[in-house]
Nanobody
Framework: QVQLVESGGGLVQAGGSLRLSCAAS????????MDWYRQAPGKQRELVAV???????NYADSVKGRFTISRDNAENTVYLQMNSLKPEDTAVYYC?????????????WGQGTQVTVSS
């Protein structure tokens, strides 16, 4: 099992930057996929970015070229660097992973961190 704790959210003006961190309670060295989701008011939770243990990444079209996901396995931490922020990026951002335990896949979520972008 693993606990995930996000930090780094806040209020920023459009065009600004924020860096989110996700600290894991256990080693992420053997966890292949770590990702960030977000949920805006009245909308479904959506996948924002994925990072694999190989270092490969994938992004939602809406954030490509502006957001960068990375991981530091030695620090058990995943980051989301967000640049050129837009008001539509306003949401609660969640760190997530999925582990295969006791013959079943289990989802683990952080508590979320609020990002608010003012116009």
């Amino acid at each position: 099992q693993v606990q995930l704790v996000e930090s780094g959210g806040g209020l920023v003006q459009a065009g600004g930057s924020l860096r989110l961190s996700c600290a894991a309670s256990a080693s992420i060295f053997s966890i292949n996929v770590m990702d960030w989701y977000r949920q805006a008011p009245g909308k479904q939770r959506e996948l924002v970015a994925v990072v694999f243990n190989s270092g490969s990444t994938n992004y939602a079209d809406s954030v490509k070229g502006r957001f960068t996901i990375s991981r530091d396995n030695a620090e058990n931490t995943v980051y989301l660097q967000m640049n050129s922020l837009k008001p539509e990026d306003t949401a609660v951002y969640y760190c997530h992973t999925r582990l295969f335990l006791s013959l079943t896949w289990r989802d683990y979520w952080g508590q979320g961190t609020q990002v608010t972008v003012s116009s």
